[in-house]
Nanobody
Framework: QVQLVESGGGLVQAGGSLRLSCAASGRTFSSYAMGWFRQAPGKEREFVARISRSGGTTYYADSVRGRFTISRDNAKNTVYLQMPSLKPEDTAVYYC?????????????????WGQGTQVTVSS
């Protein structure tokens, strides 16, 4: 069992930055690949980024590649999402999720554990 708690969301102007954190409980954090997803009002939840168990491999959605950075600190049981140059279209609830599988999936159904989400609002 893994419990995930996101933090770091908020209201920011376009061009600003935020860093989201996701703290995991348990001693098996390094056994899970971690992902970030987001869901905007009226839209389906979408993949944002994924990081492998060791942190050595990362994947990004086209919409954030080159702008957002996912990272993890296994000693602190925490995964991060650094989000500079934010745009109004980045407004969404952001969720972190844990996947015990090794395949780099972007499907939210493949992730076993989810946090409660943190709101990110980017004003124009």
């Amino acid at each position: 069992q893994v419990q995930l708690v996101e933090s770091g969301g908020g209201l920011v102007q376009a061009g600003g930055s935020l860093r989201l954190s996701c703290a995991a409980s348990g001693r098996t954090f390094s056994s899970y690949a971690m992902g970030w997803f987001r869901q905007a009002p009226g839209k389906e939840r979408e993949f944002v980024a994924r990081i492998s168990r060791s942190g050595g491999t990362t994947y990004y959605a086209d919409s954030v590649r080159g702008r957002f950075t996912i990272s993890r600190d296994n000693a602190k049981n925490t995964v991060y999402l650094q989000m500079p140059s934010l745009k109004p279209e980045d407004t969404a609830v952001y969720y972190c999720a844990a996947d015990s599988g090794s395949l780099p999936t972007r499907k939210d159904s493949e992730y076993e554990y989810w946090g409660q989400g943190t709101q990110v609002t980017v004003s124009s």
